[in-house]
T-cell receptor
């Protein structure tokens, strides 16, 4: 399988706490993307980080990328109940046009 | 509204039947992809296209065909449905590989 791995599989936190999700991937990448999926819905693109970038911010989201370890992390600060969802990383391969997803992290934010 | 439209939203098939899942986008995106989502396995790439007339296989292409005769449409055909194809199918598109994808709302398919 070309799928990467995400850690943890599930995460439960209190509202206001920070949530960190990790992603490991297998190939050389052009970029790495993070998506959110609310239950029973389609995926929504959150943020994209290119292979020559190390950190990127968007609102309460912070993404880091370590290409030497083939890993990325997504930090959601000051979480809200509305952040409850599944979060997926996806690697856009350096060569070729495939976007390959990890298995995802289920985040539950308790109010 | 601009976006990716998938039809139908729900479908029940009998084993051996064929059908086409429709996907259309109105954003003039060149890249389009089909994924299936099964519990605990994330999304797996079935087929993808980088422009009209160009398609390629993903991770799990067996049992599925695609064509891309126009920029807007990317239908997915199930040739002879099997219970293992019970899944939620998502279509997605993007302007270029350096951008995020826009996803449709999915088709929930059950094969009995």
């Amino acid at each position: 399988s070309q799928q990467g791995e995400e850690d943890p599989q599930a995460l439960s936190i209190q509202e206001g706490e920070n949530a960190t999700m990790n992603c490991s991937y297998k190939t050389s990448i052009n970029n790495l993307q993070w998506y959110r999926q609310n239950s029973g819905r389609g995926l929504v693109h959150l943020i994209l980080i290119r292979s020559n970038e190390r950190e990127k911010h968007s609102g309460r989201l912070r993404v880091t990328l370590d290409t030497s370890k083939k890993s990325s992390s997504l930090l959601i600060t000051a979480s809200r109940a509305a952040d409850t969802a599944s979060y997926f990383c996806a690697e856009q391969m350096e060569y070729g046009n495939k976007l390959v997803f990890g298995a995802g992290t289920i985040l539950r934010v308790k109010s | 509204n601009a976006g990716v439209t998938q039809t139908p939203k729900f479908q029940v098939l009998k084993t051996g039947q064929s059908m086409t899942l429709q996907c259309a986008q109105d954003m003039n995106h060149e890249y389009m992809s089909w994924y299936r989502q099964d519990p605990g396995m994330g999304l797996r790439l079935i087929h993808y296209s980088v422009g009209a007339g160009i398609t390629d296989q993903g991770e799990v292409p067996n049992g599925y065909n695609v064509s891309r005769s126009t920029t807007e449409d990317f239908p997915l055909r199930l040739l002879s449905a099997a219970p293992s194809q019970t899944s939620v199918y998502f279509c997605a598109s993007t302007a270029d590989r350096g951008f995020g994808y826009t996803f449709g709302s999915g088709t929930r398919l059950t094969v009995v």
